[in-house]
């Protein structure tokens, strides 16, 4: 078994969801992350903004120019089997590829047990 | 590879951040999680707390920059000089395979 942990953008949950139910893989964890990438996110833009009024400057402004400066993500955990692994990051990749540095990563990370928890069964199918 | 797990302070978050950042390590995920430690949580009078707010840094690294993230968060996620109960943990766990999604490449 092995777990896919994929981090994407906010508004490819659904399409991406949708996608893995018709490949065949439906199970999946999802959870609310902040985070950043190798990239430096342009805060210029955003900055000219809160520099012509447009946003008051406290607290939004002080966030903006002081805080982490962090993008909201979303992270995928699904644990599926060996076979399926090629499937899952292939399917991930298709629908969250827009070319654009922000598109996220995906990471593959060994599983060495499992357990269901309505009967105890240890299987390599209870993905 | 190695996938880095820090659960650290929630005020430690900033430093933390900025040091990675300055010594070359820009990518990092954060996350809120609750949890407790050996310590069972934290006593407050009459009241047990044991669900205490932490924030859960992932960062996956080379092999090599293991120990470096692993110094710079153990160095500035610490309270005082010798630390203290509660300022967190740092797990570290293999990597098989990474993908960015944005170029369909293999690695980092």
Redesign the interface.
Known sequence: MKEVMAIIRQNKVNVTKEALAQAGVPAFTCRKVLGRGKKLIDMTLLRSIVDSGEIPATPTGEYLSEAQRLISKRVFTMIVNDGDVDKVVNTIMDVNSTGNPGDGKIFILPINESYRVRNGETTTEAY | ?L?VRAIIRPEK??VV??ELLSAGF??????DVYGRGKQKGVKVGEVFYDEIPKEML?M?VEDKDKDDVAKIIMKYARTGENGNFGDGRIFV??????????T?KKGL
């Open positions: 590879m996938l978050v900033g951040l900025s820009p990518a990092v995920t954060k996350m992932l996956v766990s293999p990597v098989e395979e990474a993908y960015t999604i944005s369909k």
